[in-house]
T-cell receptor
Framework: DGGITQSPKYLFRKEGQNVTLSCEQN?????MYWYRQDPGQGLRLIYY???????QKGDIAEGYSVSREKKESFPLTVTSAQKNPTAFYLC?????????????FGQGTRLTVV | AQKITQTQPGMFVQEKEAVTLDCTYD???????LFWYKQPSSGEMIFLIY??????QNATEGRYSLNFQKARKSANLVISASQLGDSAMYFC?????????????FGKGTRLSVIA
């Protein structure tokens, strides 16, 4: 079945540690996105990539980094510079070049800093 | 500037009744697309319905319809015959680039609770 897989579902991190969230898709989509969700804040864009080896900062990129070495994969690293990393992280993908196509989402990763 | 505004943090509706979730948007681009997503407590985002700025008719998908008023920049979601399974967060989103190369921008959401 085609879709987006995020792992792990739950992640605990100690303060000061970097952690990487995995996102893999087999939909053959060019565009991939990372969103952060906090209670009452909706979804806020962290980074997005329209093509392999290229990505752009979103609204809240500080303290995060990404890579796009393969079309299928778009991992997100939450660095120790991120002041408040506890949140729900959603990865999405879509067909590039068509405004009427929806974004498909993974199941999300809930990150908790302990 | 906030592009998507959902003014109802929470809504209650009786089972089998219809409910309208409000969404207003802001863009200077004449070409844009509007989306609604449902997020159950499990966290997954489920695409519900799409409306293009040039579409002549309001979009419908089963029990979901979109009340699109372009001059007022509103794109309200109407759910008919509410079911208990409709209880969830609902997000309005927009892409205001007709090239399709920009990410979706989301509102803060409305939590819908369906009462038996």
């Amino acid at each position: 079945d085609g879709g987006i897989t995020q792992s792990p579902k739950y992640l605990f991190r100690k303060e000061g540690q970097n952690v990487t969230l995995s996102c893999e898709q087999n939909l053959n989509h060019d565009a991939m996105y990372w969103y952060r969700q906090d209670p009452g804040q909706g979804l806020r864009l962290i980074y997005y990539s329209q093509i392999v080896n290229d990505f752009q900062k979103g609204d809240i990129a500080e303290g995060y980094s990404v890579s796009r070495e393969k079309k299928e994969s778009f991992p997100l690293t939450v660095t120790s510079a991120q002041k408040n990393p506890t949140a729900f992280y959603l990865c999405a993908s879509s067909i590039s070049g068509k405004t009427n196509t929806e974004a498909f989402f993974g199941q999300g990763t809930r990150l908790t800093v302990v | 500037a906030q592009k998507i505004t959902q003014t109802q943090p929470g809504m209650f509706v009786q089972e089998k009744e219809a409910v309208t979730l409000d969404c207003t948007y802001d863009t200077s681009d004449p070409s844009y697309g509007l989306f609604w997503y449902k997020q159950p407590s499990s966290g997954e985002m489920i695409f519900l319905i799409y409306q293009g700025s040039y579409d002549q008719q309001n979009a419908t998908e089963g029990r979901y319809s979109l009340n699109f008023q372009k001059a007022r920049k509103s794109a309200n979601l109407v759910i008919s015959a509410s079911q208990l399974g409709d209880s969830a967060m609902y997000f309005c989103a927009m892409r205001d680039d007709f090239s399709g190369n920009t990410p979706l921008v989301f509102g803060k959401g409305t939590r819908l609770s369906v009462i038996a």
